[in-house]
DNA sequence: GATGAATGAGGTTTCATTCAT
DNA sequence: AATGAATGAAACCTCATTCAT
């Protein structure tokens, strides 16, 4: 009976998704060592397959969390929020800026669909990406019903623009590091979505 | 004296880089092997570096390639196209329908983006970015001065948000394939981009 | 001071040899993890080494152990037969039926010679078999003094041939599981090496 | 068009093969490492690669190799022979002696029966083995017919017995080297196989 | 006395790149 | 100019063994 038990081994692998999640982001999957990664959380690589099975499940594993996080910042977003429009602009915000996700962790969505020849990462990825403008469409729906959003175009294709826009803008920002127009580019978005003022 | 040579050269320059661009986007960079480029280009892994100094710059060369391409359906479309308005929704239709791009072209871009690590390549990247984000916002600045595209909002971050979202959208494209809201989602884009009618 | 210790410790290091040969047996000395053999024992991999050395040493004690139940197996038989012959017979019949050495034990054989490469147990294993082949051409001279055995082959070479048959029906049982011509071949052995019928 | 081909390719395969055979007999499979092998056989450890897909197929072909040459000792001394008793002992000493087989061949069997673990091999292995049986229960029969050999005991048990016998000793010569008993006790088993002669 | 986390050496395998032919 | 065999440098992964708790 070790006492290090439970809290010791929580540690050790957040401390090797952290250091994985930031190296994937940095180099990519492939070029990323096993060594490196060790290094950055404090161990020797051997040591890393105590707590993960290989990298490539490390790999897995960290992007899991990641879109834990994500549905995350939705619901706390959605919840917080004064209107599903609203909700649209807080949580591509939260998407780019928030630690949570930050640069490297959209790299790290990137470097996942980089797993490619891997069939049963794709199609788990893809179901998460539809649930993500299932979910981003619904609440477009809302803000329709509602009347903070314009009527006149289909709430599943603005979903779908929507979710493209924040997975392009964290692209550029992954070139560019942090970006000034990013937030401005989701509020020109969400402003874009209004509907326009009645005439009179 | 190199008369049939130069020829040749130029054969076999471009069957190497297209082998390259569709092994790349069918399984990456680092996953892609030089026998497999070499296989597909109709020669030995040593000959391509005749053509080639390394696999990076293979890779280089493809990219800069695409980009040319990219750069041409800006032009092309930007001179077709009745107004700005016009030529952006073109542009971005283009961008994910045609066979320039296609799906495994923004794969490349993809890839390419994967050459982190190196740094001139990934500024370079940067910088190619940044003028198509340009020439989109010089295109926006024209609709916003022709009156087709609505002024509340800044020319330069709608032109972010329309790249990020071309990008965005290919991204998904890749991991879903052909995908019918794609277009869609484009034309919403432009459709908000218009100004609201005058309230009379 | 030690009192209830040393029943422990015979305990422990019973168990570890008996985890040990069914692991060694079964996947190979190689192949077999100390953690493998923890786990059969019920105790953990760190704890072995109170009680061995290392691993080449518990597969030295594991070896000498079925060695030491080899001769005991020897010297019952030999003292309940009727004759020589009959002694030779049982002692093959027992070697190769007997829980005691069983397909896994033969396997042990076999695995420990895989220790090759290290000579000093190489050569403490032929000792071993020169042993046996000794005891069992003294027991084959004897036979051959009482006129049980024929006279007209050499009592060391009837001895090799005889260990070596046992020698290879275990090697063969180990592929084939429980083999029904086993006890038949040693039977069959035993029936050559009596003397012909006096010709009257 | 390389003008090495065919000839140079089963050159290396085939020095591949020897190092290996001699490396595994010497060392064992798991201890044998790709490195000494390609040392062994002039070349490189990742050239071994170009000729054999891993480890475990270098051994599967070198073992392969090896059944071949059984076979084909089996079926010249079976024609050689002027009697199935005579064949039977040509066999037994040409198994034992020449370099076809050699210790080191011998050795090879014994570690590929130590890729336990891998089912397909070991039953491969097992039919191999009822080949050589039944083969031999053959050329007794034969023996018992034409009065050669004895007709008192079972021709698939002597058969057995013999099997046993050759690769029993061929274990024993593994430990002890060229034992000039070996052969001696492959006739002391022919002999015992003649019928006893009539009582007159 | 026991645990099991950690190390570190070593093994197999892959590939970009070179170079004799 | 082209081939493709060969090299050699990693990379991932496995474990015997140690040691703090």
């Known amino acids: 009976m070790t006492k290090v038990t439970q809290e010791h081994i929580d540690a050790r692998t957040g401390a090797i998704q952290r250091a994985a999640l930031v190296a994937f982001a940095r180099k990519g999957y492939e070029r990323t060592t096993m060594a490196e990664i060790a290094e950055e959380a404090g161990l020797s690589a051997g040591a890393i397959y105590r707590y993960f099975p290989g990298k490539a499940q490390l790999l897995q ?38 630690a949570t996700i930050d640069a490297e962790c959209m790299e790290l969505e990137f470097v996942l669909t ?20 299932g979910s981003t469409a619904a609440l477009v729906r809302d803000g329709q019903a509602g009347g903070t959003i314009r009527r006149d175009l289909d709430a599943g294709v603005l979903a779908l623009a929507g979710v493209a826009l924040i997975l392009g803008l964290r692209m550029i920002r992954l070139e560019r590091g942090e970006e000034p127009g990013d937030e401005a580019a989701v509020h020109a978005f969400v402003e874009m979505l209004k509907p326009c003022p009645p005439a009179s």
Chains 1, 2, 3, 4 share one sequence.
């Open 61 to 98: 594993s960290v992007f899991d969390e990641a879109v834990g996080r994500n549905s995350q910042v939705f619901a706390e977003e959605s919840a917080a929020a004064a209107s599903p429009l609203d909700a649209l602009g807080r949580i591509g915000v939260r998407s780019l800026d928030e």
């Open 114 to 133: 980089g797993v490619r020849g891997n069939e049963a990462t794709r199609d788990h990825h893809s179901v998460l990406r539809n649930a993500i403008v």
